[in-house]
């Protein structure tokens, strides 16, 4: 296993903060600690509704992330515009409901092809990093390489929610399988959802990842122990 990446989410700095309507917890602050304690990437969804980040926020972050900002973000005309304004190094495509209270599958690369393509190739055009965020199958995996990104975020929900050891192990290999594939297929392979302290280790072990982007769970140590330490021990998870 090489030196496997961390991109860290802090879209749950902004729900603390938006609970209140109030100016704290302040997102860019945190995206600075997470770094200096060893972050190599920032990534923040920039939701339709803003329900959490808001634009401020990632204008901000535009100025001040040192690492590489990941913008998060639905297929949707006015979203694509600002990611074209401010053009981060890198956007995920994902899925985005109303309902949900946070993503809950990968996106539908197959039905929504044609789409995916004109987004990316504005994106690729504008000399932004596309990653496409997909549940770990074979059809979505091969309409991603058809797609123009150069890159796949595996979604690691069903790992991370497994009941029990045999399930678990059943979606492990689900996703070394799709990394396999992904990267057979010449992309760039990512994986992120629900990954937390004790279940990073065994995702971060399969050959073709190169980064993991987690959010709720760093959010959560760091609320006991703090930005940096939160940052560190994950860090130390995924790579000791």
């Excluded at 001040?64 to 053009?87: F, G, H, K, P, Y």
């Excluded at 504005?122 to 058809?146: T, Y």
């Excluded at 760039?188 to 959802?193: D, F, I, R, T």
């Amino acid at each position: 296993m090489g030196n496997v990446r961390l991109g860290v989410n802090i879209d749950h700095v902004a729900t603390l903060r938006q609970a209140r309507g109030g100016i704290e917890p302040e997102p860019v602050f945190a995206a600075g600690i997470a770094e200096l304690a060893g972050a190599d990437g920032i990534t923040l969804h920039l939701r339709e509704d803003r329900r959490h980040i808001q634009d401020r926020d990632l204008r901000l972050l535009r100025q001040t992330v040192q690492t590489r900002l990941n913008l998060e973000m639905a297929c949707s005309d006015e979203i694509v515009r600002i990611a074209l304004d401010v053009r981060p190094e890198q956007v995920t495509l994902v899925p985005e409901r109303r309902e949900e209270l946070t993503t809950e599958g990968g996106l539908d690369v197959v039905v929504s092809l044609d789409r995916i393509k004109s987004v990316a190739a504005q994106c690729a055009d504008a000399g932004i990093v596309v990653s496409l965020f997909i549940d770990p199958v074979p059809g979505q995996v091969r309409a991603a390489a058809e797609s123009g990104a150069a890159c796949v975020e595996l979604h690691t929900g069903r790992y991370a929610n497994a009941l029990n050891e045999d399930e678990r192990r059943a979606r492990l290999c689900e996703l070394a399988e799709a990394a396999k594939l992904t990267g057979e297929l010449g992309l760039h392979v990512y994986a992120g959802h629900g990954l937390n302290y004790a279940n990073v280790r065994a995702v971060a072990e399969i050959q073709e990842v190169e980064e993991l982007n987690i959010g709720h769970s760093i959010v959560s140590r760091a609320v006991f122990v703090g930005v940096d330490r939160a940052v560190r021990e994950m860090k130390a998870a995924i790579n000791s």
